[in-house]
C-alpha cells in the first residue's frame, strides 16, 4: 500500500519563477492537506481540500499561493512569482475522511530552495 | 483557536535508559493529540494518538503516550531508549472542529550509546 507520494523531493527556483508541487494521497485517501516548515520550527497549517473544493485555507498566504486537487491527478500547490522567504520544506497530508479522530499520514515533502 | 507547547528543544538520554519528551497543548472542546517523528530530510512518521478512552495509549517503536486532562499534556514515553530513536519528535493537536493539525515546534531526541 503506497504512502502519500509527493514530487519533486528537492526543487531549486531563483526569484520570480513558479513552483509547482505534486502530492498524490494515499490509496482511498480523498482529503489533502498542505503545511509548510520553516528551518528550526514545526509545521504550519496552509489549505485543506477534498477532491475539486478547497474546503479550508485559513493558513495561505493571500497572494502568489494556490491550491487544487482536481478530480482527476494529483493535488498542486502553487507559488508564483518565489522569493527568498519561500524558501521550506513543504509537507503534503492525506486522510481518509474529515473526521477529526482520522490520521493524517504524511509524504516525505518537497525541499524547495529560493536563490 | 489550538496550541502546542514542547517545553524542551533537545532532550539527550543514554541508551537503555527511559525516555520523555513533554508536551501540553491547549484547544476548545474535547482534543484529538497525535504524535509524530522526523527524521532527517524525511516525511512524518505518526507514532500514536489519543481520541478518547484510556488515558494511555500504546503506539509504533515501543513508544506510548499519557493524556492528562488535568494538566492538559500529553507526554511521550519509551521505557527503554534506543540509538534508532534519535530523530524530531512534534506533538500535534486538532480540536473536534478543525480540519487543521497544530504542532509544537518540535523536541530533538538524542540518545547516547
Known amino acids: 500500500n503506497a504512502g502519500v507520494m509527493q514530487n519533486p523531493r528537492h526543487l531549486v527556483r531563483r526569484r520570480g519563477q513558479e513552483a509547482r508541487l505534486r502530492c498524490s494521497p494515499m490509496k482511498g485517501h480523498s482529503h489533502v492537506y498542505w503545511y509548510r516548515q520553516l528551518p528550526e520550527e514545526g509545521l504550519k497549517f496552509m489549505v485543506y481540500l477534498q477532491k475539486e473544493n478547497i474546503i479550508d485555507e485559513s493558513g495561505m498566504p493571500k497572494e502568489r499561493f494556490s491550491a487544487e486537487f482536481p478530480k482527476e491527478g494529483p493535488s498542486i500547490l502553487r507559488i508564483q512569482q518565489v522569493v527568498r522567504g519561500d524558501s521550506a520544506a513543504y509537507f503534503c497530508?492525506?486522510?481518509?475522511?474529515?473526521?477529526?479522530?482520522?490520521?493524517?499520514?504524511f509524504g516525505p515533502g518537497t525541499r524547495l530552495t529560493v536563490l | 483557536a489550538q496550541s502546542v507547547a514542547q517545553p524542551e528543544d533537545q532532550v539527550n538520554v543514554a541508551e537503555g535508559n527511559p525516555l520523555t519528551v513533554k508536551c501540553t497543548y491547549s484547544v476548545s472542546g474535547n482534543p484529538y493529540l497525535f504524535w509524530y517523528v522526523q527524521y532527517p530530510n524525511r516525511g512524518l512518521q505518526f507514532l500514536l494518538k489519543?481520541?478518547?478512552?484510556?488515558?494511555l495509549v500504546k503506539g509504533s517503536y515501543g513508544f506510548e503516550a499519557e493524556f492528562n486532562k488535568s494538566q492538559t499534556s500529553f507526554h511521550l514515553k519509551k521505557p527503554s531508549a534506543l540509538v534508532s530513536d534519535s530523530a524530531l519528535y512534534f506533538c500535534a493537536v486538532r480540536s473536534a472542529g478543525s480540519y487543521q493539525l497544530t504542532f509544537g515546534k518540535g523536541t530533538k531526541l538524542s540518545v547516547i550509546p
Open positions: 489519543y481520541i478518547t478512552g484510556d488515558n
Open positions: 497530508a492525506s486522510s481518509p475522511s474529515q473526521d477529526g479522530t482520522d490520521t493524517q499520514y
